[in-house]
């Protein structure tokens, strides 16, 4: 079985651009998560959909925004890059609504200059 | 405000000796609990958890113990081998939201 998938793995944005990072979850899995891992704060918490809604959110601001699709695939979105927006962005699968067992794809690397 | 914290960024342990992570938190309605490993360019995995109805799980090589009262969770790795070195997470939570540490990179020395 495929494991969850991120794209692109890396990217290079500058100040005030929008992006875009996409998650493939485990197949049958309906729920994904996304986190912001960062030195200092560990891995913070964004959002969680589930059959195509936002069921949780972190504590982001609205800058930061998100949608699942039909095949659970789900997407992020960062409008009005900051520096501070710098960070290894995780997606996160399970097969229910805050699953316990979650599994992690490998990331997309954000560089904001 | 971290509700969820490991103290120590980092931890060097002999190969074949215990490997012991900590990690507190603040928030007395979480119920369950996880520990996570990270290795460099991969996402966590997932390694052992706990309800907080119990106060020890033991998984092979892995153990984890949580002291409610204290509000404070470890991790016990015996004996250590040198793949265990990684970046541990540990993870709590009230329903459905997960909140992480910040993370202990252990190594384990050949």
């Known amino acids: 079985k495929a494991g969850v998938t991120q794209t692109p793995r890396y990217l290079i944005k500058t100040r005030g651009q929008q992006v875009t990072l996409s998650c493939s979850p485990i197949?049958?899995?309906?729920?994904v998560s996304w986190y912001q891992q960062t030195p200092g704060q560990g891995l913070q918490f964004l959002f969680e959909y589930f059959s195509e809604t936002q069921r949780n959110k972190g504590n982001f601001p609205g800058r930061f925004s998100g949608r699942q699709f039909s095949n659970s695939r789900s997407e992020m979105n960062v409008s009005t890059l900051e520096l501070g927006d710098s960070a290894l962005y995780l997606c996160?699968?399970?097969?229910?609504?805050?699953?316990?067992?979650?599994?992690f794809g490998p990331g997309t690397r954000l560089t904001v200059l | 405000d971290q509700q969820v914290k490991q103290n120590s960024p980092s931890l060097s342990v002999q190969e074949g000796r215990i490997s012991i992570l900590n990690c507190d938190y603040t928030?007395?309605?979480?119920?369950?609990f996880l520990w996570y490993k990270k290795y460099p360019a991969e996402g966590p995995t997932f390694l052992i958890s706990?309800?907080?109805?119990?106060d020890k799980n033991e998984d092979g090589r892995f153990t984890v113990f949580l002291n409610k009262s204290a509000k404070h969770l470890s991790l016990h790795i015996v004996p250590s081998q040198p793949g265990d070195s990684a970046v541990y997470f540990c993870a709590a939570s009230a329903g459905n939201q997960f909140y992480f540490g910040t993370g202990t990179s252990l190594t384990v020395i050949p």
């Open positions: 928030n007395s309605m979480f119920d369950y």
């Open positions: 197949s049958g899995h309906r729920s």
């Open positions: 996160a699968s399970s097969l229910v609504l805050g699953g316990s067992e979650q599994f």
């Open positions: 706990i309800s907080s109805i119990k």
